[in-house]
């Protein structure tokens, strides 16, 4: 239930166009909804101002299918992340409107927020093979309304290939840093910006990077201020924080 949802019920029931009974039957899964495998939280777009987002492993398709069912018909929009391609089939079958994208992993109905904030975030991948977790950090911050651009493949291993790119790195707002290995680039790029620089650690790498273990606490002992680090793999989360930061 977000606030413009709301506020037109309100309206519907001052205007005289339906009835206070038929108001609170609209309202009766208020402030969550709970469908037996999973309790809806459909007060979240009210407090945060977009609606729960839906984590899918672990879950059937058929529940996806349901959850997004419910979100879908109270706010309009409805975002799914780690979404497998067996998953999106499902849903786009449900749901001929949806939207896979692929290499982010993630689902989406209904229109993206209008278009707001400060100014750019800007998210890199240090390799390709962080691609998909950068990806995901993208569609979320294009989602929820901040403009977003994307530099790939400028790992520390060529270091040239992020200088030549320093138009994007000074004007950006808010800077986003995916790496694996040894997670170096987020401390490079923060040494060079004067903006919030949020670290994304991957688990690409090879044993010694312990699963994103090494990068994560690379970024963790960055001696470059202005950082701030997420959870390994966590593109999501990273997306969310830059676009309320660019807010």
């Known amino acids: 239930m977000g606030t413009e949802w709301l506020h037109n019920l309100l309206e519907q029931v001052r205007n005289g166009e339906i009835n206070v009974q038929e108001a609170i039957s609209r309202l009766r899964g208020f402030p969550y909804e709970d469908l037996g495998f999973a309790r809806v939280d459909t007060h979240r777009a009210l407090r945060k101002g977009f609606p729960e987002v839906i984590f899918c492993p672990g879950k059937t398709p058929q529940q996806v299918v349901e959850i997004i069912e419910r979100i879908r018909a109270r706010e309009g929009r409805v975002l799914a992340a780690r979404a497998s391609a067996e998953v999106a089939e499902v849903v786009q079958r449900a749901f001929p409107e949806a939207v896979y994208h692929a290499t982010a992993r993630m689902l989406f109905l209904g229109q993206p927020m209008p278009r707001s904030g400060r100014g750019t975030v800007l998210v890199i991948s240090a390799g390709t093979a962080d691609i998909p977790v950068a990806e995901e950090a993208a569609v979320t911050v294009e989602t929820l309304g901040s403009p977003v651009e994307r530099l790939y493949d400028v790992g520390v291993a060529g270091i040239h290939r992020l200088f030549d790119q320093q138009n994007l790195l000074f004007t950006a707002n808010v800077l986003i840093v995916v790496a694996g290995m040894e997670g170096a680039l987020t401390s490079v790029v923060a040494g060079l910006v004067n903006r919030p620089v949020i ?40 997306g969310y924080l830059a676009h309320l930061i660019n807010q």
């Open 199 to 238: 670290g994304v650690p991957t688990s690409i790498g090879y044993g010694a990077s312990l699963g994103g273990v090494a990068a994560l606490l690379t970024m963790l002992n960055s001696c470059a201020p202005g950082v701030g680090v997420v959870n390994i793999d966590n593109g999501f989360g990273a």
